[in-house]
């Protein structure tokens, strides 16, 4: 099975994007890296100032199935972190995707 891309589309409520981005970089997305899943983002709208879209990447859909479990059922996102972001989030969609063009190979290493 080829690799996988999440496009997530996010809406935070007025005044909270800066807040709600600042959580995602320091605090969410390392963890999602730690668990092997590629993050790319965020990346802020143009258009107005609450909306922004993240982009995850994955091996395959059952790699992807155990990253979001052990992050959504973990200690980090159900005993702090879901507590700080789902109150800065108005609204949220995530799109999959087939990774066509290689991207999952291609993709840049955050650390450097």
Do not use: C, H
């Not at 982009?55 to 159900?78: Q, T, V």
Request: proline share 7%.
């Amino acid at each position: 099975m080829a690799a996988v891309i999440e496009v997530r589309s996010y809406r935070a409520k007025p005044g909270q994007r800066e807040r709600l981005l600042e959580l995602l970089r320091s605090r969410a997305l390392p963890l999602q890296r730690e668990l092997g899943m590629k993050v790319m983002g965020p990346f802020p709208s143009l258009d107005d100032d609450v909306s922004f879209v993240w982009l995850r990447a994955f091996p395959d859909l059952d790699s992807r199935d155990r990253m979001k479990e052990s992050f959504y059922g973990g200690l980090n996102w159900l005993g702090e972190l879901e507590g700080l972001a789902m109150p800065l989030i108005d609204d949220y969609e995530a799109v999959l995707v087939d990774d066509t063009e290689g991207v999952w190979m291609a993709w840049p290493d955050p650390t450097g």
